[in-house]
C-alpha cells in the first residue's frame, strides 16, 4: 500500500524537530516532509503531491490562512489541518475558510496520530475523483467552530447552566433569530409564545439546543447555489424530525445518555451529504431529481447512477474530515445499510435507520426520494425486531411522526 505524504509546515525548526521524534513511530506508514515557513512549503508542493498538508497558523511572511488558501485553490484534494497555539486561535475561527480540522498547540501524540489516521482512512472512502475535488474544496465551519465548540465545551462542563448556554448562543444575532422563529413554530409544539433564549434552553433543554445551533450551521452555509428545484425546506424538516424520532428510540432503549445525545446529531445529520451534493455540484444534482421523480428511483439508486457514491458515503466523509465522533460517522455511513456495519446489537445506527425509515413512511418519496425501509433482517439478526412497536410509539410521543 502507497504511504500516505504529509507535510508539515511550521516556521521554528525546533517544533518541527519535535513533531518529527514525536511521529517517528509513524515511518512505515506516512512518508513525511518537514519545511520552515509558508514560502517553503508552497516550494516544496511546486514539485511533490501530497496528501495531507498540517500547519501552523502565524507564521512570518506567508502565514497559514495564506498558504491553506493555496493549497485549497492549487491541491484541492489535500486534507488541510491547522495546528496553531491558542493566540491565533480566534483568527483560524472567525476569519478562516479553508481548514479542515483545527488541533490546538501544543498537541499531543496521540492525538495528532489519530487524526491524520482518520483522515487517511477516510480518503480511501470515495472514489470520484471529482466528488473528491468537490468536498476537498468545502470550507470548514468557522462560525460553526467558534459557537459549537464553546457551546459544547460549557456542556460538558459540571456547572454547565442554561444561563452560560443562552449567553453563548447570544452572541450570533442572526443564529438567536432562527432559533426563536424554529421554536415558535408548530414543529416543537411550545404553546407559549418564546422571546428570548434564556426561555428557549429552559423550555428544549441543553441537548437540543446544541444540535439546534449545529444543523441551522450547517444547513445554512449551503443554502445559496443550490440544484435548481432541490426542496431545502424539505430536507430541514426530514431531518429535524428523524433526529427526535432517534434519540427517542435510543430512550425507549434506555441506552446511555451520550448515546442519546449522539443519535439525536447523527439523525440530525444524517443526509447533509444531500445538500452538498446539491450545492456543489448542482447540475449533476438536478438529474438526481429528474431521475426521482421521473423514474422513481430511490435516492440510493439515482446518486449512484449520477455519481458512484451515495449522499450516506459524501456525508460521512466530510464529518470525518470536521472531527464528528466515529457513532456518529458510521450512523450516517449505514443508516440505509445497516447490515453493513456489522453491529451486533444496539447502536446509534439502528436508532437513525429506523427513525429514518419511518419518518420516511409519511413522507412524500418523490421529493428526495426517501423512500426507506426498515430492514427486519438487521433488526432480527440483533435479536430487536419485536421493538418496532414500542419505537414506533415513542416516535409519534414526541411529535415527530403520526400514530398509527
Not at 23 to 46: I, N, T
Not at 122 to 133: A, D, M
Amino acid at each position: 500500500m502507497q504511504k500516505r505524504q504529509i507535510l508539515f509546515v511550521d516556521d521554528e525548526i525546533r517544533i518541527l524537530d519535535g513533531l518529527r521524534r514525536m511521529l517517528r513511530s509513524m515511518h512505515k506508514e506516512w512518508e513525511m516532509h518537514f519545511v520552515a515557513g509558508g514560502q517553503a512549503a508552497l516550494d516544496f508542493l511546486a514539485e511533490h503531491k501530497c496528501d495531507i498538508i498540517v500547519s501552523d497558523m502565524r507564521m512570518p511572511g506567508i502565514d497559514g490562512a495564506k498558504l491553506m488558501e493555496h493549497v485549497r485553490s492549487q491541491h484541492p484534494k489535500m486534507v488541510r489541518i491547522a495546528l496553531s497555539g491558542q493566540t491565533s486561535k480566534e483568527m483560524i475561527l472567525n476569519s478562516v475558510g479553508p481548514i479542515h480540522q483545527y488541533l490546538p498547540k501544543p498537541c499531543d501524540a496521540e492525538t495528532l496520530k489519530s487524526t491524520i489516521t482518520r483522515v487517511s482512512s477516510l480518503s480511501g472512502l470515495l472514489t470520484n475523483e471529482k466528488l473528491q475535488c468537490a468536498i476537498a474544496q468545502l470550507e470548514s465551519l468557522p462560525c460553526l467552530s467558534r459557537l459549537y465548540t464553546e457551546l459544547m465545551g460549557e456542556l460538558k462542563s459540571p456547572d454547565a447552566s442554561i444561563a452560560k448556554v443562552s449567553e453563548i448562543v447570544t452572541q450570533d444575532v442572526s443564529m438567536t433569530s432562527k432559533i426563536l422563529h424554529l421554536v415558535n413554530s408548530a414543529f416543537f409544539g411550545v404553546r407559549q409564545r418564546v422571546t428570548d433564549i434564556q426561555q428557549a434552553v429552559s423550555l428544549l433543554g441543553l441537548e437540543t439546543m446544541s444540535v439546534l445551533v449545529l444543523s441551522i450551521r450547517i444547513f445554512g452555509q449551503f443554502e445559496d447555489g443550490l440544484a435548481k428545484g432541490f426542496p431545502h425546506s424539505h430536507l430541514w424538516d426530514h431531518s429535524l424530525r428523524v433526529s427526535r424520532c432517534a434519540r427517542a428510540i435510543a430512550e425507549a432503549e434506555q441506552a446511555s445518555a451520550e448515546i442519546a445525545a449522539q443519535s439525536l446529531i447523527a439523525g440530525t445529520l444524517h443526509d447533509i451529504g444531500k445538500i452538498i451534493l446539491a450545492a456543489k455540484t448542482p447540475v449533476e444534482y438536478q438529474t438526481v431529481l429528474r431521475l426521482i421523480k421521473e423514474d422513481s428511483l430511490s435516492s440510493l439508486e439515482a446518486e449512484r447512477k449520477v455519481y458512484d457514491v451515495t449522499h450516506a458515503e459524501i456525508g460521512s466523509y466530510l464529518l470525518g474530515l470536521w472531527g464528528f465522533d466515529d457513532s456518529v460517522i458510521e450512523a450516517i455511513v449505514f443508516h440505509h445499510n445497516p447490515q453493513a456495519s456489522n453491529k451486533d446489537e444496539f447502536s446509534i445506527i439502528t436508532a437513525v435507520h429506523v427513525a429514518n425509515a419511518i419518518v420516511s413512511e409519511s413522507e412524500d418519496a418523490s421529493v428526495l426520494g426517501d423512500s426507506s425501509e426498515i430492514d427486519t433482517a438487521y433488526l432480527e439478526s440483533i435479536g430487536l425486531a419485536d421493538r418496532m412497536p414500542c419505537w414506533r410509539e415513542a416516535c409519534s410521543e414526541v411529535g415527530a411522526v403520526s400514530a398509527r
